[in-house]
């Protein structure tokens, strides 16, 4: 009872039917329905344990690497003409946020007595980060990634499997993010009983959404504690965040979700540009429509058939965002910026440049949107820095304007 | 009046036959576009009981790779919605057994619901079949737009399905309950395994109110009739799909398929 009193608690928290606004629920075929519910009655509580709160931020410290620094850029925000301090998720333990996550998740499929870990992946961060708490736990783990991702990004499928994993090609559809993920809940659905689905970001059916944005909001816990001790208040001006799925910007977001002071910025992926055909920005593009169990923003066909999305940047490559972001997208309570992939590849050079950091090209596209805003010199500005860049250096030389 | 006699087929086919009902799954536009409406008259005439029709999806996340692949080389040869109702029009000209419609729920939101229904009601539908489509929302949402239209909606049970809940599906069906066969995706299988007729045995001593058809994995005559004496037919897609593969001569080929599976 006290878990409900706790969601009911503000208009941007999921509601008891699984809703942020009108997206949101849980649209997956019957076969998936007891591991939903068993998932849904238990999370919670489970959750909000003190033990296992104690285990969740014990491993967060010690083998993650939390709190990771919130760092004034000073060379960036002369640039910019505003105070911004970079929320350095990228020197997490396998070089992103998406690690907050699989943490949180196998603890909890741990309790729930599954037996093996199966998941999805684009890039291969998620995958990586999967197998990588699997290996820790010593759990058998499955990694569902397109075969054209594959092919992609071969060093993340070489690190899955020296972490143990078992790298499982999608061949359906278009063989990328998004028929991965089918594959990983057909999988599931096979597989009911003994296996735990970790989704990688805040999609999918409820509880998902939910459950992950709660595992992720250490992130604006942290920056309202450092922005304390930095500044003397916990309230930025802006919080920007790239989005993909959408949790490094649930996690940035979620402790200023209610307090419309703070404004809440989300970067998307715009590819080639929003007309050109090959784009990424799903609110730019979409429309409500149904996938992976989620009613959300869509990318889709008049006939409603779901469109391949493209990004340079693999990570924001999906053709839905979160039911949470589209919510927060239809209230007008975070303003969206579509960004093009060379814009993000600008973006990604100048913090290198700038502060000697080579950002993710997901995290990229957050700082491209620092050109669209209307900034002042006491503006504090937050940067969810959602991963290295690492991973990307193939692309960066690829692309090859430094 | 026309709703209630439409509505009426899928009740008929029950008081007139309590067993061997043989319903058969395809994907419309499969194998060549406009082979939909054909495949329906062979299937009459070679003595199926329902037809599902199957409305591709580019992301059918309850199906296996047969079906996943019919849709997709549907929606290749520019399969949509709106296509298979003018290819439907007038189905009804020369299909008198109960035709449903089946696939996922993002295609039916954007052509909308209500216009989706009515095109159903217009062309003869009887019955949805809308795996992503969960109970809650159906009886929310959905339920009166679907009766207005004499759209009956038919629900899965799995061997996951808790009691409670079958005895809820139960209260809320109309036409019959699709007894998904074992926890899986589509896709046919030769053999039924002891624990699924465990499951077929346990549903069957509950005494539905509602006839039961088993559904995935069904195949041939011996899964067809294992099937049958369980529940009082069984539902085949994937094999049949199969079929429509390799064929070289619809006509021939589904009349002989469908003997086969008889075993006459
Ligand atoms: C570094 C980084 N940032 C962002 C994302 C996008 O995911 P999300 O929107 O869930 O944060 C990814 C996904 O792989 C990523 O690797």
Not at chain 1, 22 to 50: H, S
Not at chain 2, 20 to 25: F, H, P
Not at chain 2, 42 to 71: C, K, R, W
Not at chain 2, 84 to 111: C, D, K, S, W
Request: aromatic share 10%.
């Amino acid at each position: 009872m006290a878990a409900v009193k706790e969601l009911k608690k503000t208009s941007y928290q999921v509601n008891e039917n699984g809703y942020y606004g009108k997206f949101g629920g849980a649209y997956i075929p019957e076969m998936l329905y007891p591991n939903i519910e068993e998932l849904r009655e238990n999370y919670l509580q489970i959750m909000q344990d003190p033990s296992f709160q104690a285990a969740f931020h014990q491993l967060l410290k010690d083998y993650v690497g939390r709190p990771t620094p919130l760092y004034f850029a000073n060379r960036l925000s002369e640039k910019f003409g505003a105070k911004i301090y970079l929320k350095r998720e990228d020197l997490c333990h396998t070089g992103a946020h998406k690690v907050n996550n699989t943490i949180g998740q196998i603890l909890l499929a741990r309790q729930l007595n599954k037996k093996f870990i199966i998941a999805e992946t684009g890039a291969g961060q998620h995958g990586v980060a999967t197998a990588t708490v699997c290996a820790l736990m010593g759990m058998e783990c499955k990694v569902f990634m397109g075969a054209l991702d594959m092919e992609r990004q071969k060093p993340n499928v070489e690190r899955m499997r020296i972490l143990g994993a078992e790298v499982i090609p999608a061949v359906s559809g278009n063989q990328t993010l998004k028929d991965a993920t089918n594959e990983a809940m057909r999988y599931w659905i096979n597989y009911p009983v003994d296996s735990h689905y970790i989704i990688g970001s805040v999609v999918g059916p409820h509880p998902y959404p939910d459950m992950v944005a709660r595992f992720q909001s250490v992130v604006s816990a942290e920056i309202r504690q450092q922005l304390l001790e930095q500044t003397g208040t916990e309230q930025p001006d802006y919080v920007i965040a790239c989005v993909g799925g959408g949790s490094n910007a649930a996690g940035a977001y979620y402790h200023f979700l209610d307090e419309p002071d703070v404004k809440l910025i989300a970067a998307e992926a715009a590819g080639h540009g929003i007309t050109s055909g090959e784009s990424a920005a799903t609110t730019a593009l979409g429309r409500i429509g149904i996938l992976h169990g989620s009613k959300t923003l869509l990318m889709q066909t008049d006939d409603g058939q779901v469109v391949e999305p493209y990004s340079i940047s693999a990570g924001l490559d999906y053709p839905g965002i979160g039911p949470l972001h589209a919510h927060l997208y239809d209230t007008g309570r975070a303003t969206f910026y579509s960004i093009t992939d060379d814009e993000a590849m600008d973006a990604g050079i100048l913090l290198s440049r700038l502060e000697g950091i080579i950002p993710a090209i997901e995290s990229a596209h957050a700082l491209g949107a620092l050109h669209y805003m209307d900034l002042k010199p006491e503006d504090v500005v937050v940067i969810s820095l959602s991963g290295r860049g690492d991973k990307d250096l193939e692309t960066y030389i690829k692309w090859g304007k430094y | 009046m026309s709703v209630t006699k439409l509505s009426n087929r899928i009740d008929q086919i029950f008081q007139e036959k309590k067993n061997n009902i043989l319903s058969i799954y395809y994907t419309a536009g499969f194998p060549r576009r406009d082979d939909t409406v054909h495949i329906a008259e062979y299937l009459e005439n070679a003595g199926v009981d329902l037809i599902e029709i199957g409305m591709p999806f580019s992301d059918p996340l309850a199906d296996g790779p047969t079906i996943q692949h019919s849709g997709q080389k549907a929606l290749q040869q520019g399969m949509t919605l709106k296509l298979l109702f003018e290819q439907l029009a007038h189905v009804r000209q020369t299909v008198n057994i109960p035709v449903i419609l089946m696939g996922y729920m993002n295609p039916v939101l954007q052509f909308g619901v209500e216009n989706f229904c009515r095109h159903c009601q217009q062309v003869g539908i009887d019955a949805l079949i809308l795996p992503d489509l969960p109970m809650q929302e159906y009886l929310k949402e959905y339920k009166d737009i679907f009766e207005a239209y004499g759209l009956y909606n038919i629900f899965m049970i799995t061997p996951q399905t808790s009691e409670a809940r079958i005895r809820l599906i139960d209260e809320h069906s109309h036409g019959f309950i699709y007894m998904v066969s074992s926890a899986s995706i589509t896709g046919a299988k030769s053999e039924i395994r002891p624990e699924q007729v465990a499951y077929f045995e346990r549903v069957r001593k509950m005494q539905l109110k509602n006839p039961t058809l088993i559904g995935f994995g069904i195949s041939n005559h011996d899964t067809f009739s294992t099937a049958c004496t369980y529940a009082n037919g069984a539902l085949i897609g994937s094999a049949f799909i199969k079929v429509l593969e390799q064929s070289k001569d619809l006509e021939k080929d589904i009349q002989q398929y469908i003997t086969a599976v008889r075993g006459r």
